[in-house]
Structure formats: structure tokens, C-alpha cells
């Protein structure tokens, strides 16, 4: 979605851009106006085998390597540029969830050079149980910006933005739906032991889940862009080249289908 952003030249008409896990990632690429690169990563199956791989806790790891995705993949296989997304006058605003406090938290603050944009890509995507312990920025610590608020409009809202593009990687009928049940019972010891502050976050996830859904439908300050009825279920570690590519393809079309007319029309 960010790749048909950047192609439509569209970037300089936002004051902001904010992001939460990996549409903060996404975020990220699209500032520093290397999307084309920063897609390529995702249906890279080398890539992918690194970051995310079930047999990492057998070697002592996470399953979810944030270490190699920032300080490898995005510093030296595929460079984002850092500096430009420092520069740029579009403001970058990725959030995470306090593993003290359990609130939503917008690590914009804390982003005054090139490793605390590396710190706050890592801290946005710091998924409970699957990407380690806590990440440390700015004498805090923040787990997944999922866990508080997986599509972060209510914090741009709350910042004053008068209208907000909702790029949103889930289909229409996909609803809201409560957590596995053995996910249910592993994430709460997990954060008992590594973020105690956002237990009660995460027993309200799902009602608060669907009162995102109700407020995305009904507030007319938010314009959603969401994948077709045919495109695939992502799951939180889906590696299959073929499902990522056909994802991405099917997102770049939506944005394309949304927002051409709105741009021929004006």
C-alpha cells in the first residue's frame, strides 16, 4: 500500500505518518522513499528465514529476529536511509505499548537520530513471546504497538489530525476475533514475567478490537483502504514468498483502485 503511496507522489500531501508493528516498518520505508526496496524484503525467502523462524528458540533466539531485521537486513542487505527519514519534513510518529504501564505510546519523542530510529523500529515490533524481552528507548521499555493499538488512528486523532488514511492489511470479512487459545495462555505469562503493565491491555484487546472496527465505519474523519475479498489470510509469521508477493500486489492495487479516481477527479 505504501509502494502505490509513493508511486501516486502522494507523501507530501500528509503532515504525518504513523504506524504501528509493521506498518511502522512500512511506514519507515515510505519516509525515506524506498519502498520499491523495502517490499522486496518481504517475499525474499532468504530474508524471511532469518527474521522469523520457529526453530530459533531451539538455538537460544527468538523466534522473530529484530536484531538481524534492523541491524542487518535494514543497515546492510536492503539500506533504508535513515537520515531521510530524519529529515523529511512528513513526521514520523511509529508507537508501542509501555511494558510498564500498558498505555499506547508514541515514540515520535524519541526518534532524534539514526539509532533511535533503529530502537523504535525494533520497539513497535517487539511481538510478546514470539520477539523477546521488551525493547529499552528513552529510559522506558515498549513491547508491540498491537498489543494497545494495532491500527494507530486513535493516537493521530488525539494529535489533532483532521483526516486520516487508514491503510489496513485486513479484509473486510475478517472480523475481530479473540486470541487462540493457547496464545492465550502463553502471552499472559510471558508478560507477567517481562512487561507486568500490559496484562490488563491485553485481557481487553478484543472488546477494544471491535470498538476500532465500530469507530472505523462510522467516523467520517477516517478513509480506509483495505485488501479485496480474495486476498489471502496473513498470519503473524507467514514466510511463504508466493502468499507475501501475491499480498503486497494485492495491496499496491487497492490504494491504486481507491485513490486514482479521488486524484483524476481533483
Given at each position: 500500500?505504501?509502494?502505490?503511496?509513493?508511486?501516486?507522489?502522494?507523501?507530501?500531501?500528509?503532515?504525518?505518518?504513523?504506524?504501528?508493528?509493521?506498518?511502522?516498518?512500512?511506514?519507515?520505508?515510505?519516509?525515506?522513499?524506498?519502498?520499491?526496496?523495502?517490499?522486496?524484503?518481504?517475499?525474499?525467502?532468504?530474508?524471511?528465514?532469518?527474521?522469523?523462524n520457529p526453530l530459533h528458540p531451539l538455538r537460544g533466539r527468538a523466534v522473530i529476529d529484530l536484531d538481524f531485521l534492523v541491524h542487518q537486513v535494514y543497515s546492510?542487505?536492503?539500506?533504508?536511509?535513515?537520515?531521510?527519514?530524519?529529515?523529511?519534513p512528513v513526521e514520523f510518529h511509529p508507537l508501542a505499548t509501555d511494558a510498564d504501564t500498558g498505555e499506547s505510546t508514541d515514540l515520535h519523542p524519541f526518534v532524534?537520530?539514526?539509532?533511535?530510529?533503529?530502537?523504535?523500529?525494533?520497539?513497535?515490533?517487539?511481538?510478546?513471546?514470539?520477539?523477546?524481552?521488551?525493547?529499552?528507548?528513552?529510559?522506558?521499555?515498549?513491547?508491540?504497538?498491537?498489543?494497545?493499538?494495532?491500527i494507530p488512528f486513535r493516537t493521530a486523532l488525539s494529535q489533532g489530525a483532521t483526516h486520516v488514511l487508514v491503510l489496513r492489511t485486513r479484509r473486510a470479512d475478517?472480523?475481530?476475533?479473540?486470541?487462540?487459545?493457547?496464545?492465550?495462555?502463553?502471552?499472559?505469562?510471558?508478560?507477567?514475567?517481562?512487561?507486568?503493565?500490559?496484562?490488563?491491555?491485553?485481557?481487553?484487546?478484543?472488546?477494544?478490537?471491535?470498538?476500532?472496527?465500530?469507530?472505523?465505519?462510522?467516523?467520517?474523519?477516517?478513509?480506509?483502504?483495505?485488501?479485496?475479498?480474495?486476498?489471502?489470510?496473513?498470519?503473524?509469521?507467514?514466510?511463504?514468498?508466493?502468499?507475501?508477493?501475491?499480498?503486497?500486489?494485492?495491496?499496491?492495487?487497492?490504494?491504486?483502485?481507491?485513490?486514482?479516481?479521488?486524484?483524476?477527479?481533483?
Open positions: 500500500m505504501v509502494l502505490a503511496l509513493e508511486e501516486l507522489g502522494l507523501l507530501p500531501a500528509f503532515d504525518a505518518v504513523y504506524g504501528s508493528s509493521a506498518g511502522a516498518l512500512n511506514a519507515a520505508w515510505l519516509l525515506c522513499g524506498r519502498s520499491v526496496t523495502g517490499v522486496r524484503s518481504w517475499w525474499n525467502p532468504d530474508v524471511m528465514r532469518r527474521i522469523m546492510r542487505l536492503e539500506p533504508m536511509d535513515f537520515p531521510a527519514i530524519l529529515a523529511n532524534v537520530d539514526v539509532d533511535t530510529v533503529k530502537l523504535a523500529l525494533a520497539a513497535t515490533s517487539c511481538m510478546p513471546v514470539l520477539a523477546g524481552p521488551p525493547i529499552p528507548l528513552g529510559g522506558r521499555r515498549f513491547v508491540d504497538a498491537g498489543v494497545t493499538e494495532p475478517e472480523l475481530p476475533l479473540p486470541p487462540p487459545r493457547v496464545q492465550d495462555v502463553v502471552v499472559p505469562r510471558f508478560l507477567r514475567r517481562y512487561a507486568p503493565g500490559t496484562l490488563a491491555a491485553w485481557r481487553t484487546q478484543h472488546a477494544r478490537d471491535i470498538a476500532d472496527a465500530q469507530t472505523l465505519a462510522s467516523d467520517p474523519r477516517l478513509f480506509s483502504v483495505r485488501p479485496p475479498l480474495d486476498a489471502p489470510t496473513i498470519g503473524p509469521i507467514e514466510r511463504d514468498p508466493a502468499v507475501l508477493r501475491r499480498a503486497v500486489d494485492l495491496g499496491r492495487t487497492s490504494v491504486l483502485t481507491a485513490l486514482s479516481p479521488l486524484l483524476t477527479a481533483s
